[in-house]
């Protein structure tokens, strides 16, 4: 097994660029997605496959990897991205999954 | 209407057990592998496991799996998570999620609230 590690809080000015980070071994075989979350609110998918983006998600969210870390961007970020934000890839056993424990992003 | 509903909250005494279920459409039940995953409050979010739509197969996190147990009823498009000799720190919001595309969650259930 592995863990996914996340720095607990980041912060960027409003409409500035920001690239939150997760880290873990599982992420050099297996891709990373990122899920958006706010109070009382179940979790938004906003990235799968490293850098793919659901239907609806804005362009300004973006993923990408490379070896052990992987990174989702907002680019000009705006003020309803405040909130929590979480990785999750497979881990190493490829049945079982893990979460990264989560970003607090602040908008300023 | 979501794609997955959930059962409603529950209050259970320490060393007592819990079932709850996650009823799927039949799209979304089909071919699908529905995972639970749990978010204790103001703590992040905890993968439980994982059940085979089509075959029944189940995957459960380490942690968990004396006290664990994932079923499916495929005439119901149900899914059910039990959850025994419940402790303080299972005390949490309870989601049903469908795998997108390698674990890619993207349709939730509501959450279950569960307070022990």
């Known amino acids: 097994s592995s863990e996914l590690t996340q720095d607990p809080a980041v912060s960027v000015a409003l409409g500035q660029t920001v690239t939150i980070t997760c880290r873990g071994d599982s992420l050099r075989t297996y891709a990373a997605n990122w899920y958006q979350q706010k109070p009382g609110q179940a979790p938004i998918l906003v990235v799968f496959?490293?850098?793919l983006r659901p239907s609806g998600i804005p362009d300004r969210f973006s993923g990408s990897s490379s070896g052990n870390t992987a990174s989702l961007t907002i680019d000009g970020a705006q003020a309803e991205d405040d909130a929590d934000y979480y990785c999750?890839?497979?881990?190493?056993?490829?049945?079982?999954?893990?979460f990264g424990g989560g970003t607090r992003l602040t908008v300023l | 209407q979501g794609q997955l509903e959930q059962s409603g909250a529950e209050v259970k005494e320490p060393g007592a057990s819990v079932s709850v279920s996650c009823k799927a459409s039949?799209?979304?039940?089909?071919?699908?592998?529905l995972h639970w995953v749990r978010q204790a409050p103001g703590q992040g979010l905890e993968w439980l496991g994982w059940?085979?739509?089509?075959?029944?197969?189940?995957a459960v996190a380490q942690k968990l799996q004396d006290r664990i147990t994932l079923t499916r009823d495929t005439s119901t498009n149900t899914v059910f998570m039990e959850l025994t000799r419940l402790r303080s720190d299972d005390t949490a919001l309870y989601h049903c999620?469908?795998?997108?595309?390698?674990?890619?969650?993207?349709?939730w259930g509501q959450g279950t609230m569960v307070i022990v």
């Open positions: 999620t469908r795998d997108f595309r390698n674990v890619a969650f993207k349709d």
């Open positions: 999750n890839s497979r881990d190493t056993t490829y049945s079982h999954v893990l």
């Open positions: 039949k799209s979304a039940f089909i071919n699908s592998y």
């Open positions: 496959g490293n850098n």
């Open positions: 059940v085979n739509c089509n075959s029944g197969d189940t």
